[in-house]
């Protein structure tokens, strides 16, 4: 699946593609939602880990727009309820993925992300 | 009870030839496989389960995905993201444990990620399929690059030429390493090529085959040729797959190499007192934090450090 825990991560690795290659856009895309257990200690842990701005962004491309443009000091059950779904919950089903950068296309199918290069494409 | 053949690696090509010998073994295979893997190593487990809570990580190789599930004392404690090149297997690792799973179709040898954007990665029982010393040892690096240069950790599982008794497989007694590993005594052992049969039963409805369609035509390398064969008779499908079984320090070698090639200090990293400079220039390393053999496998456990 591509949910936005894993978008969050993910950079355009093609050839000489070094700056600019993150965040992936969203494009197509298809998507689905599906319940996901909450775990209030994970997100906890996890959350200096996301690049928040890249988050806010892609889930604002998916039509989500629960998550406030600046990350908050106070990590109240709310929040991470809306940070679980907009996380753990959407899921990126069909569509692609296409760097700001270089343009590259990035399939995604089955909710499962192409991150495959042709040989040329290598860095 | 298959046994294992020496091979040599053609290596014009070793990308071509894992697809050939890896890849497309897997993806054929891919549920037959699964159902017979299911049971995580002790050392993986307790690696896993060792984790703070919070943290994000990548099996690079993560076939059908079970590793994906654990630590099964704290499930949801920690997320990890799989990344396979067989098609196949990830649609099984997509639902490991009967929960969604995040996985990535991609290559061990590629970098697809933010830098250093992962608190933690395994590569279990992936880097000896890869062809060659160079490629084995830029998929260490990737390991190492994958993780955060302040606090990463990662396992590494290769197999051994040493297997265990209670293995399935017999190991050709050095048939083929006299040409092989005759290196100067005290040298760090080089490993063996080695084919390792799959064993496919056909079922015994099967439809007259019509898959195998792929780009390249090119079959998986059956033995058994599947043209005009009654699918009542159907022998076995054998599908030989590629494996390096590693020798003794081959796998710490590799550590060291890859270690070497990013500029990073292999070696503990320096108590905190002891700042080496105060210039701004900060020192980076990778510190094994456990090494050895478990079940036919050498193992390594890594932590990077910088100070
Ligand atoms: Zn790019």
């Known amino acids: 699946m591509v949910r936005l825990i894993t978008h969050n991560l993910l950079a355009c690795h093609a050839k000489g593609c070094t700056s600019n290659n993150f965040p992936l856009q969203f494009q197509d895309a298809a998507i689905e939602l599906r319940d996901a257990e909450f775990n209030a200690d994970f997100l906890r842990g996890f959350l200096p880990r996301i690049e928040w701005t890249a988050l806010v ?31 753990l919950e959407v899921h990126v089903e069909e569509g692609a993925m296409v760097c700001p950068n270089c343009k590259h296309v990035y399939p995604i199918s089955n909710g499962i992300p192409n991150m495959l290069l042709a040989e040329h494409e290598i860095g | 009870m298959p046994e294992v053949k020496p091979t040599i690696v053609s290596s014009e090509n070793p990308q071509v030839y894992e697809d050939v010998h890896v890849h497309a073994v897997y993806d054929e295979i891919a549920p037959h ?14 690696f896993l389960s060792s984790l703070p809570t919070g943290w994000v990580g990548v099996d690079l190789g ?40 995040e996985v990535v179709l991609g290559d061990v040898l590629d970098h ?72 100067p005594s005290g040298q760090t052992g080089r490993g063996q090529d080695v084919f390792v049969p799959w064993v496919l039963a056909q079922p015994a409805e099967s439809k007259p085959k019509t898959r195998r369609k792929g780009k390249s035509g090119k079959p998986a390398t059956p033995e058994t040729p599947e043209t005009g064969v009654d699918a009542e008779h159907s022998p076995p499908k ?61 193992y390594v456990e890594l932590r990077r450090w910088e100070r």
Request: hydrophobic share 40%.
């Open chain 2, 62 to 101: 993560t076939g059908n995905g079970k590793y994906l599930p654990l630590p099964y004392d704290r499930p949801g404690a920690v997320w990890t993201i799989g990344l396979d090149r067989s098609i196949n297997l990830l649609k099984l690792a997509k639902r490991a444990g009967d929960v969604d799973r």
């Open chain 2, 238 to 298: 054998v599908f030989n797959r590629y494996y390096h079984m590693f020798a003794k320090g081959e796998l710490n070698q590799l550590v060291a190499d890859a270690a070497s090639a990013l500029g990073l200090v292999l070696g503990d990293a320096p108590a905190d007192g002891i700042v080496a400079t105060g210039e701004g220039e900060k020192e980076c390393g990778v510190q094994i934090v456990q090494d050895g053999w478990e079940r036919s496998n050498y």
């Open chain 2, 112 to 183: 697809p990620w933010r830098r250093g954007a992962f608190d933690y990665a395994i590569s279990i029982a992936t880097i000896h399929h890869l062809a060659t010393p160079e490629r084995r040892k830029l998929a260490v690096q990737r390991v190492l690059e994958t993780i955060s240069p302040s606090h990463g950790r990662a396992l590494i599982y290769v197999w051994a030429v040493e297997q265990d008794e209670l293995s399935k497989r017999s190991i050709p007694a050095s048939a083929d390493n006299d040409g092989q590993c005759s290196s």
């Open chain 2, 33 to 46: 496989f699964s159902s017979t893997r299911y049971k995580p190593w002790p050392i993986i487990a307790a």
């Open chain 1, 57 to 87: 962004g892609a889930a604002r491309q998916l039509g989500d727009t629960s998550l406030p443009a600046e990350q908050p000091e106070m990590l109240d059950d709310e929040f991470l309820q809306k940070l679980h779904h907009v996380l």
